[in-house]
C-alpha cells in the first residue's frame, strides 16, 4: 500500500481539508501537503496521530502504520485467546439480560458470534446453514432460505442492511440480488422503519440498536456489533415474553 495515497483516500473520503486534519494532528497543512505528495516522511508517531484525528477504525490505523513501514499499534486477538475473557463473559450478559428480546453479536464481516435464545424465535424456520455458528447474519436475514420469506417489508427492511456493507462489495453484491425493488413511500414512514416478521406468534414489529465497545483498544473487540431487537408495539412485546416462557427448559 502506498502510504501517501493511501492517507489522502481515506482523509477526502471522510470530506476532511487538508488544513483541517493538519489542525487536529497538530501540524501544519504545508507538512501534511508534502505527507501526502511524498515529499516528506512522517515517524510514526504522526501516523498515529494523523490516524487518530481521521476516527479511522483500528484496522485501518494498524493499515496506514504498515503502509507507513511502522509496526502496527494495536492487537488483533482471537475471541478465545484468555485476554478477551472478561470481553466474552460481559457479552454472554449482555446477551441473557436482554431476554425475553432477541439479540446477535456479529463481527465486522456480520458473521455470527453469539445470540441469545430469544433470537430463536425470529431464525424460526431458517436453513441449518444459515444459522449455524460462524454464518453470516446479513446472508441470514436476506436470502430466500433465510429470513426473507417472512419479511413482510422486505424491500424497505433490506435497505437497512445493504447500506452497511459499503466495506464487503462482494457480499453486498450478492445480496442485493434477493431484494425486490422498493416502492417509494407514499406517506409517513413514522419515527423507524420496523422489521415486520412473521412468527408461530404472529407478526412481530422490532426495532433495533446497535452497540459497541467504545473504548476497545484491540482490533476484534472494536469490530464486534451487538445488535438488540426490541418491540414496536404491545403486542409484540406480550409475543415474546410469552414465546419465552413455553420455549423448552422454560415451561
Same mark, same amino acid.
Given at each position: ?49 494523523? !490516524?487518530? %484525528? ?5 484496522? +485501518?490505523?494498524?493499515?496506514?502504520? &504498515?503502509? @507507513?513501514?511502522? #509496526?502496527? =499499534? *494495536? ?39 453469539? !445470540?441469545? %435464545? ?5 431464525? +424460526?424456520?431458517?436453513?441449518?446453514? &444459515?444459522? @449455524?455458528?460462524? #454464518?453470516? =447474519? *446479513? ?96 403486542a409484540t412485546a406480550d409475543a415474546l ?11
Amino acid at each position: 500500500m502506498d502510504f501517501p495515497s493511501a492517507l489522502r483516500e481515506r482523509r477526502t473520503r471522510r470530506r476532511v481539508s487538508q488544513l483541517d486534519l493538519a489542525l487536529k494532528a497538530g501540524t501544519t497543512q504545508r507538512h501534511l501537503s508534502f505527507i501526502e505528495s511524498g515529499r516528506s516522511v512522517p515517524g510514526r508517531n504522526m501516523v498515529v496521530r494523523l !490516524a487518530e %484525528s481521521l476516527e479511522l477504525p483500528l484496522r +485501518e490505523r494498524n493499515e496506514l502504520l &504498515l503502509a @507507513a513501514g511502522y #509496526a502496527p =499499534a *494495536y492487537a488483533e486477538s482471537s475471541l478465545d485467546d484468555p485476554v478477551l475473557a472478561p470481553v466474552r463473559a460481559a457479552i454472554d450478559h449482555i446477551l441473557r439480560g436482554h431476554e425475553p428480546y432477541p439479540a446477535v453479536v456479529v463481527d465486522r464481516r456480520g458473521d455470527l458470534v453469539a !445470540a441469545n %435464545s430469544a433470537f430463536d424465535l425470529i431464525t +424460526e424456520g431458517a436453513a441449518a446453514e &444459515l444459522v @449455524a455458528p460462524g #454464518a453470516n =447474519a *446479513y446472508r441470514l436475514a436476506l436470502h430466500p432460505d433465510g429470513l426473507a420469506p417472512r419479511i413482510r417489508n422486505l424491500a424497505e427492511w433490506a435497505r437497512h442492511i445493504l447500506v452497511r456493507l459499503d466495506h464487503l462489495p462482494e457480499l453486498r453484491d450478492e445480496l442485493t440480488q434477493y431484494v425486490p425493488e422498493l416502492e417509494p413511500s407514499a406517506g409517513q414512514l413514522g419515527f423507524a422503519v420496523p422489521l415486520r416478521l412473521a412468527s408461530s406468534y404472529g407478526e412481530l414489529r422490532l426495532m433495533t440498536t446497535v452497540t459497541t465497545f467504545a473504548t476497545a483498544v484491540d482490533v476484534t473487540l472494536a469490530e464486534l456489533k451487538l445488535e438488540a431487537f426490541l418491540p414496536a408495539d404491545p403486542a409484540t412485546a406480550d409475543a415474546l415474553r410469552l414465546a419465552a416462557a413455553q420455549a423448552p427448559g422454560q415451561r
